[in-house]
T-cell receptor
Framework: DAKTTQPPSMDCAEGRAANLPCNHS???????VYWYRQIHSQGPQYIIH???NNETNEMASLIITEDRKSSTLILPHATLRDTAVYYC?????????????FGPGTSLSVIP | GAGVSQSPSNKVTEKGKDVELRCDPI?????LYWYRQRLGQGLEFLIY??????PDKSGLPSDRFSAERTGESVSTLTIQRTQQEDSAVYLC???????WGLGTSGHSYNEQFFGPGTRLTVL
């Protein structure tokens, strides 16, 4: 699986949009971009995933660049409950269960 | 070194039967996670064990699901009275465990290493 790089930490004001970047410059054509988050002392939570088109669900939006070498997770109106570590990973397919390693992720702090 | 192992790799069962899935984490990893992945969907968190702390069971979908872990080693996920909607790949992962910081290997404590999964089919 391709490696990803993310900034170690970010702050966001409550109510504002949180934009979390991820670089995956070596991504292959059949690899999907997945985002998860982990709130302290809880298990990881799936947020969203996509291949090349932008995706939106009730939690977030995923913007993938045309060359697919980077993506941005957008939380449109961040709340204090969104404070967590956010992980960007790339995986082959939607049904693959190859070994996956979560990197350090981005620690997002939502500030009142 | 050895990675996370799971058994069985495939399990076919009849509706209403109980099943038990096993996970052997990487030695020295204090955190252990169970996930479920249905076809075409992302990983769904089920339960999280961290050392001797009370497990985070918030992801278990019903009281038919339970999991145990012996110390910081083997874990078993039990599904009672299986239903067809339980059909999925069940993944186990382990990590060094401490939420923040780096281990001596340079890997983040919260990096998770996944096993190959158990594919459960309920007929």
């Amino acid at each position: 699986d391709a490696k990803t790089t993310q900034p170690p930490s970010m702050d966001c004001a409550e109510g504002r949009a949180a934009n979390l970047p991820c670089n995956h410059s070596t991504i292959s054509g059949n690899e999907y971009v997945y985002w998860y988050r982990q709130i302290h002392s809880q298990g990881p939570q799936y947020i969203i995933h996509g291949l090349k088109n932008n995706e939106t669900n009730e939690m977030a939006s995923l913007i993938i660049t045309e060359d697919r070498k980077s993506s941005t997770l957008i939380l449109p109106h961040a709340t204090l409950r969104d404070t967590a570590v956010y992980y960007c990973i790339v995986r082959v397919g939607e049904t693959s269960y190859d070994k996956v390693i979560f990197g350090p992720g981005t620690s997002l702090s939502v500030i009142p | 070194g050895a990675g996370v192992s799971q058994s069985p790799s495939n399990k076919v069962t009849e509706k209403g039967k109980d099943v038990e899935l096993r996970c052997d984490p990487i030695s020295g990893h204090t955190a252990l996670y169970w996930y479920r992945q249905r076809l075409g969907q992302g990983l769904e968190f089920l339960i999280y064990f961290q050392g001797n702390s009370a497990p985070d069971k918030s992801g278990l979908p019903s009281d038919r699901f339970s999991a145990e872990r012996t110390g910081e080693s083997v874990s078993t996920l039990t599904i009672q009275r299986t239903q067809q909607e339980d059909s999925a790949v069940y993944l186990c992962a382990s990590s060094l465990g401490t939420y923040w910081g780096l281990g001596t290997s340079g890997h983040s404590y919260n990096e998770q290493f996944f096993g190959p999964g158990t594919r459960l089919t309920v007929l």
